[in-house]
């Protein structure tokens, strides 16, 4: 009887459970390009480390090569992505929060397009973090001290004496359909040396499909909750569309063609480069990808963060009429957000969509989203879904103790369905 009360209240108050806001790195000045956060070099995972070990990388380039002193605010944040009220300066991080410098800082070298690189590590000597939990680093321009231009979100792990078991499935045979077009995950948190005594409201969850926080599942209700943990199998909300395999293409320099590229070519002043013009994709071929994920690199491999060069790259979808919704590139280096500057445009006569991106030399995956007057995505509406599809799942727990003033992240999960493992 006390398990049924309690799965009651936690699913009512999964179902009241909305959050405020998501996570999502965000570039605000249109001269700050090539943001990238990274965990121990993970840079196909979210960056997420466990606390007082490795490093945070945050890598971003300036398209100047005018110096600009650079400085930075560290923010703890609850489950939801609020900034935390409970907590004093000295609870989050030894050292400083804010009024730090970037020193990490060096120009562009034998590129046709000038910029300035910076480089910051969390933790450094300047600034410690203190809690697990999630974390918001604003960057400013001192000479603009109340706009950031942009926002790199982390999060940080308890220690293991601190955290839950969080175990993940993957299956195939969904409530929707069965070897078919989408997939389901299975969780179970194991609750550890940790006292739950109201999982509803101690307990907060997030479990997403390639790092994509636009269709991020947030506290979703457990088919079951135990004294020692919760278990969800065959919940509706975490029953996630196949897809099929991201496009990729690889820009290592502007002599040659690398993979996925149809031609180079210059204008006089900037270089242009097409991938192959893509078509919608109605069968499965396996294709190895990296999930929407990118990585800045070149052809020698060297000084990657300034002797890369940045080009045009213009992106081509083939279809004999448009589609009656909008479309948008979707990746990693798309930051989760559906912006203008990543929405196509049909070019009747030509009879595809297109759409123009500056990028960084180095390795790219993408996909097509189509986007409904809501903002809704659409599945299976460019690409054909399919079951077979290598997909990574992550899952993140929070838990906020009795009497305890924010949510510790307390696991994380990161799983690649590959047919047959599971």
């Avoid at 321009?141 to 109340?146: N, Q, W």
């Avoid at 052809?299 to 890369?308: E, K, V």
């Avoid at 979707?330 to 990028?359: F, I």
Wanted: proline share 5%.
């Amino acid at each position: 009887m006390k398990q049924r009360i309690l799965r009651l209240l936690f699913c009512l108050a999964c179902l009241s459970a909305v959050p405020m806001s998501a996570q999502r790195h965000e570039i605000r000045d249109a001269r700050i390009r090539s943001l990238q956060v990274i965990a121990d070099g993970r840079w196909m995972e979210l960056p997420v480390m466990m606390l007082n070990t490795g490093k945070i990388s945050i890598d971003f380039d300036d398209l100047t090569h005018t110096y600009r002193r650079m400085t930075y605010r560290l923010e703890h944040c609850e489950a939801d992505w609020q900034p935390s009220t409970g907590l004093f300066d000295s609870d989050v991080a030894s050292g400083f929060l804010s009024g730090n410098t970037i020193d990490n800082v060096k120009g562009s070298v034998l590129t046709n397009t000038l910029y300035t690189h910076y480089h910051l590590d969390i933790p450094n000597e300047k600034c410690s973090p203190r809690l697990s939990g999630n974390y918001r680093l604003y960057v400013y321009d001192d000479e603009t001290p109340d706009t950031p231009l942009l926002t790199a979100c982390f999060m940080l792990l308890e220690p293991a004496d601190r955290s839950m078991g969080v175990k993940l499935n993957v299956t195939t045979h969904t409530d929707k359909t069965i070897n078919d077009r989408h997939q389901q995950l299975e969780m179970q948190v194991d609750y550890g040396n940790n006292r739950v005594n109201y999982p509803q409201q101690q307990i907060k969850t997030v479990v997403m499909q390639n790092r994509n926080w636009i269709d991020a599942r947030w506290n979703s209700r457990p088919q079951y909750v135990m004294a020692d943990g919760l278990r969800w199998k065959h919940a509706p909300d975490y029953i996630f569309p196949a897809g099929n395999e991201y496009r990729k293409f690889e820009i290592l320099s502007t002599d040659a063609a690398s993979m996925g590229i149809d031609r180079i070519s210059w204008d006089g002043s900037h270089f242009h480069v097409y991938p192959f013009a893509a078509s919608p994709l109605l069968n499965y071929i396996y294709d190895e990808d990296a999930d929407g994920a990118f990585l800045i690199r070149n052809s020698d491999n060297m000084d990657i963060n300034t002797a890369s060069d940045y080009v045009f790259v213009h992106f081509r979808l083939s279809t004999p009429s448009p589609y009656p919704y909008d479309i948008y590139l979707n990746g990693d280096w798309t930051y989760s957000r559906l912006l203008p500057s990543y929405k196509m445009t049909y070019d009747a006569e030509k009879r595809c969509y297109e759409a123009t991106v500056p990028l960084k030399f180095g390795y790219y995956n993408y996909q097509f989203l189509a986007v409904d007057g809501q903002g809704e995505i659409l599945p299976f509406s460019v690409d054909k879904g399919h079951f077979q599809t290598e997909n990574s799942y992550q899952a993140l727990i929070y838990f906020r103790p009795q009497g305890g003033r924010t949510d510790r992240l307390v696991a994380y999960a990161n799983v690649r369905f590959v047919k047959g493992s599971f």
